[in-house]
């Protein structure tokens, strides 16, 4: 038996388009001798579809869209994601289901048991989870068909905090005892850089727990903040991964059921595995541009604009905006005022040299004195302060949107995530934007990846790199005059976010107790900033937005 993982790219709610894909999949495998095709989770209507979920209508084009692609299964099966209803009583009205197609109609579907409702997801809010374990025959072979996180119930945990056992049971606990051939899991699971090293270790262990090989189709494609890798694989009954489909990319690959049961590789060990910092950052780097690329495409924008100020940021949003949307699509605007240094304006220029594109400059000193005049009657006998260097970003921001309104372009925000955390941004200025790129990357990281785009040639210019990190809004202004250096700025920060340590906790770890409860207290009291800022690209397990839900008043 021949099966093939389709690794496909959808739009939420774009029925159409993505019964359009895959019934050209369908129609391809056919060509080719494939009895089976496999897609991925909730693939008819895309992953995540939230509270559309809770619309009628779109449930409805949900099945319809289920029953039409049956149609084209007269030759090859199909299996398939997409909500179902509960038949019973009690309980949500919805299933998330995978669906068995051939022969023109459905033939089987089965329900999602093991319902995440951590960090970015929230499924248990619109579905029932299963009760009833049995696998699906096709062709003489017992599939334990399975949804994503059925297959996680062992979860690898990050921190002290999070338990590995989040669930009462495991569905293929369950399934095996009705003595199955393979496991099918569909999913949509997103990418964090440390992600395909765990989801391989993840797949490996059912395999060597169950002895029998696993086909693992993933989502691929961006949704607003969420990027999906792909990364869809198969493992044979030794634990060995005998295919491996491309990682933020539409691919399919197609297996033979004897070679997966019948491998003729020696049995593979369940090993923790290192992940390189080479590693890591080269799959943040390609992630950051697949997401920018997806976000805009799906969007119907094709063009972007932004402010270069010279800083790192800035410079790096610029290089992976091109890399993107082309150099002929990306505007980059210079805004200097009388703190900007010489070489943040020629640094500025040289990148856009380098990588071949246009800018615009627009001095701001005059719009500042603009404001000045107006607010001076307002602010008299009031000293100067942060609010003066407010007004610089905010200006900023304003002409950045009017450029973004009259040109269809969208801004995009070059705020790194050791900023958005302790609010060194200035709401309506600097966080202006419609997708945050750099949200989810620490500055220590900035610099890595500007090495990682360095190590052939130089295209951002090394003073860039070199000079010390400023906002340039007051007279020799630094970030460290205000911040710890960012090495350790950054270790705090992520023990505080990813690993979810306490102040005392990270005191313990051997850092300094004032500078702990300061960064600690910047990062509660930002949250109000963060939840004004533009969707944030996430490429690690804990990034800012729907992932991290902190209030706003509390006693910090």
């Not at 019964?19 to 991925?40: E, N, P, R, T």
């Not at 696998?135 to 003489?140: A, I, L, T």
């Not at 334990?144 to 293929?172: G, H, K």
């Not at 910047?522 to 902190?550: C, D, H, W």
């Amino acid at each position: 038996m021949n099966l093939r993982i389709a690794q496909l790219n959808y739009k939420i709610a774009d029925f159409e388009g993505n019964l359009a894909k895959m019934s050209l999949a369908v129609k391809q495998a056919a060509a080719h001798g494939v009895d089976l095709i496999i897609f991925s989770e909730l693939s008819i209507c895309g992953y995540p579809p939230l509270d559309m979920l809770e619309q009628q209508s779109f449930i409805a084009e949900c099945q319809d869209a289920v029953q039409r692609l049956a149609k084209k299964t007269s030759e090859v099966g199909v299996i398939v994601g997409a909500p179902a209803y509960n038949p019973n009583d009690k309980g949500k009205r919805l299933y998330n289901a995978a669906y068995l197609l051939y022969a023109g109609k459905i033939q089987e579907i089965r329900y999602k048991t093991l319902l995440p409702t951590y960090d970015v997801f929230d499924e248990y809010r619109y579905f029932e989870p299963n009760s009833e374990f049995e696998p699906v025959e096709f062709k003489g072979v017992r599939i334990a068909l399975t949804i994503c996180e059925d297959i996680w119930d062992d979860q690898p945990v990050e921190n002290t905090f999070d338990r590995p056992q989040l669930y009462p049971l495991s569905p293929m606990d369950q399934l095996v005892k009705k003595n199955p051939d393979l496991m099918i899991n569909i999913s949509a699971s997103p990418f964090a850089a440390n992600r395909l090293m765990i989801r391989e270790q993840v797949l490996r262990k059912n395999v060597l727990k169950y002895g029998i090989p696993i086909l693992y189709s993933n989502q691929v494609g961006a949704h607003t903040e969420l990027i999906f890798d792909g990364s869809s694989m198969a493992l044979d009954s030794y634990g060995q991964v005998v295919g491996h489909l491309s990682s933020f990319a539409e691919d399919s690959m197609t297996f033979l059921l004897e070679d997966l049961l019948h491998p003729k590789s020696g049995r593979a060990q369940v090993e923790q595995q290192i992940l390189s910092d080479e590693y890591r950052i080269e799959m943040i780097y390609k992630g950051l541009i697949f997401g920018i690329k997806d976000y805009f495409r799906k969007l119907g924008f094709q063009r972007a604009v932004l402010g270069l100020s010279g800083g790192m940021d800035s410079a790096l949003t610029l290089v992976l905006a091109v890399k993107a949307l082309g150099p002929e699509n990306v505007l980059p605007v210079l805004m200097p005022s009388k703190y900007s240094s010489d070489h943040s304006v020629t640094d500025s220029i040289q990148l856009c040299k380098a990588l071949n594109i246009s800018w615009e400059t627009i001095p701001i000193d005059p719009v500042i004195t603009a404001f000045s005049m107006q607010l001076i009657p307002l602010f008299q006998g009031l000293a100067e302060d942060v609010t003066e260097e407010n007004i610089q970003a905010r200006t900023r921001g304003v002409l950045l949107m009017a450029l973004a309104n009259k040109q269809n372009r969208i801004l995009l925000n070059t705020s790194n995530k050791s900023e958005m955390a302790v609010g060194y941004s200035t709401l309506y200025g600097d966080l202006n934007g419609g997708l945050a790129v750099l949200g989810d990357v620490y500055k220590t990281d900035i610099y890595r990846l500007a090495a990682f785009i360095n190590r052939n040639q130089e295209i951002i210019p090394l003073h860039i790199i070199q000079k010390p990190p400023s906002a340039e809004l007051r007279p020799g202004q630094l970030d460290s005059d205000s911040l710890p250096d960012y090495p350790l700025l950054d270790a705090i920060l992520y023990r505080l976010i990813e690993m979810k340590m306490s102040v005392n906790e990270i005191v313990m770890d051997g850092y300094e107790e004032t500078q702990v409860k300061k960064t600690a207290s910047l990062l509660n009291k930002s949250e109000y900033k963060r939840f004004q800022a533009p969707p944030i690209l996430r490429v690690s397990s804990k990034a800012f937005g729907t992932g991290r839900r902190m209030p706003l008043v509390a006693k910090f």
